[in-house]
């Protein structure tokens, strides 16, 4: 209300959060006010309890709930016109708080799947946002299952980005309206972690890393199995 009284333009909000908090408030901003202030996400990352947690060392739990938040913030582009991850970097000896989205000692570098997260989101962008519903509605935690959606004009290309946060594997028909039909072939990338604490290390950085294939697409319908605790970009190609 305050904000509103000085007529500020946009507002910097932080979210240093659960990863539970993450995950409740991916609709955050679908029925934010239109015609109020504008936000930028300034600073934001799924915080355990305490720094000791598995979940604080940049678990895949930690990434999967931001890559589940990140799909309302892209799908209310309108209102969120900006977001930026904090912390960047910390030295493994000296570090002020978790988690960072890369970590480094004097000879090695580690990114973390957090930072993957925000790697397909950039590389992922498009040009506008679509809506990507389910029986008429955001998918925004139903079922545990998170998705928004870009086309890039340019390209003439679709991109879903779609979280299955449950436990379950998820079979999912898309159907696809205002376009003639796809082309090409489909990169689907997918970020997943065997257990839900797993984390990259220094010794080991590539415990969860985005993994990416082609499948042949045409007409206006894809299907798709979703494995649970993944996050899944799938880019393709259309006619309009």
Known sequence: KELKKLNAEI??????KSPEWFLKNAARYDNYDRNGFKVFAGEYAGHGKDNAQAESKNSWYSA?????FMTGLE?????????????????????????????FDNL??????????????????????????F??????????LYASAVIDTVTKE???????????????????????????????TSLHGEEILAYNTLDKPAVVIPVSRRIPVKGKKIKQTIA?????????????
């Open 135 to 144: 029986d008429g509605k955001a998918l925004s935690g139903k079922d545990s």
């Open 228 to 240: 649970p605790s993944t996050f899944t970009v799938l880019r393709l190609t259309y006619v309009p």
């Open 11 to 16: 507002v910097d909000e932080h979210y240093y």
């Open 75 to 103: 799908r209310n582009a309108d209102v969120v016109r900006m977001c930026s991850y904090a912390p960047l970097l910390a030295h493994v000896d000296a570090w002020q708080w978790r988690p960072d989205l890369i970590w």
């Open 158 to 188: 679709l991109i879903i980005k779609f979280v299955n946060a449950g436990n379950k594997t998820e079979n999912f028909e898309f159907s696809l309206a205002g376009i003639k039909t796809l082309k090409g072939e489909m990169t689907v």
């Open 64 to 68: 999967m709930a931001e890559a589940a």
């Open 108 to 133: 090695r570098s580690m990114a973390t799947p957090n930072y993957y997260v925000q790697q397909l989101y950039s590389r992922n962008r498009g040009t506008h946002a679509v809506p990507a519903l």
